[in-house]
């Protein structure tokens, strides 16, 4: 599968209560090109990932209303859109208005993220936002129906980027990571929310050279 036939699968992917950031506009927070714009930055990063060695995937959960819902990039939030486009030599404005907001956890990763030079794509379980009916500016887990379209789309990520290793970020990552064991390593780190930070950080320590010295993000 090429980049842009697996983007439009994901901007296919439709459930209720499921916000998909790469079809739908949110009409308080996005620019009206918003969804448009998401989706060619994902082309591009697939693209710029699939000319070079691949050293892991980093696996989340799924996209949070204060970060991927808004960035529409795993693991990331307004306040660091700027350098994830940056590592892969993009140039795209933010796609919401008004201040940038900013999520704990996409703060923990690119704290140490910041420090890491290897090629690293960052993806979630469920690409999509996921959140309580009635409320979409709220935080729920993926269902096992959710899970399914999100490990066949893992695998064809997987095929195309052929990375080394996947570090699965927390428990579902995890579960769905170790299902490609027969392709690639799989590597677990506790999940730096609830007081996981400090064994996050020392976890990827142990996994890459860089120094988790590093103080509080927010």
Same mark, same amino acid.
Do not use: C, T
């Given at each position: 599968m090429?980049?842009?036939?697996? $983007?439009?699968?994901?901007?296919?992917l439709k459930f209720d209560n499921a916000f998909n950031p790469y079809s739908e506009r949110c009409e308080?927070?996005?620019?009206?090109?918003?969804?448009?714009? *998401? *989706?060619?930055?994902?082309? /591009?990063?697939?693209?710029?990932?699939s000319q070079v060695e691949v050293d892991a995937i980093w696996i989340g959960r799924d996209l949070g209303y204060r970060g991927g819902r808004r960035t529409g990039l795993a693991l990331t939030d307004d306040v660091h859109f700027c350098h994830h486009v940056g590592r892969w030599q993009l140039d795209f404005d933010r796609l919401t208005k008004g201040d940038a907001v900013p999520e704990r956890t996409a703060a923990v990763i690119w704290s140490i993220l910041?420090? $890491?030079?290897s090629p690293v794509f960052l993806w979630n379980v469920f690409p999509l936002h996921p959140f309580e009916s009635?409320?979409?500016?709220?935080? *729920?887990?993926?269902?096992? *129906?959710?899970? /399914?379209?999100?490990?066949?789309?893992?695998d064809n990520l997987i095929g195309f980027l052929r990375p080394k290793r996947l570090i699965?970020?927390?428990?579902?990552?995890?579960?769905?990571?170790? /299902?490609?064991?027969?392709r690639c390593k799989v590597f677990k780190v506790r999940h730096p929310s609830y007081g996981g930070q400090n064994i996050f950080l020392d976890q990827i320590q142990s996994l890459y050279d860089v120094d988790t010295a590093i103080s509080d993000p927010i």
């Open positions: 090429k980049a842009e036939g697996f $983007v439009k699968e994901l901007a296919n308080i927070y996005d620019y009206f090109d918003a969804p448009k714009k *998401r *989706r060619a930055i994902l082309k /591009k990063m697939l693209e710029a990932a910041s420090q $890491v030079s009635g409320s979409p500016f709220s935080n *729920r887990a993926h269902n096992s *129906r959710e899970r /399914k379209a999100g490990e066949e789309l893992l699965a970020i927390g428990n579902d990552a995890e579960n769905a990571a170790k /299902k490609f064991e027969d």
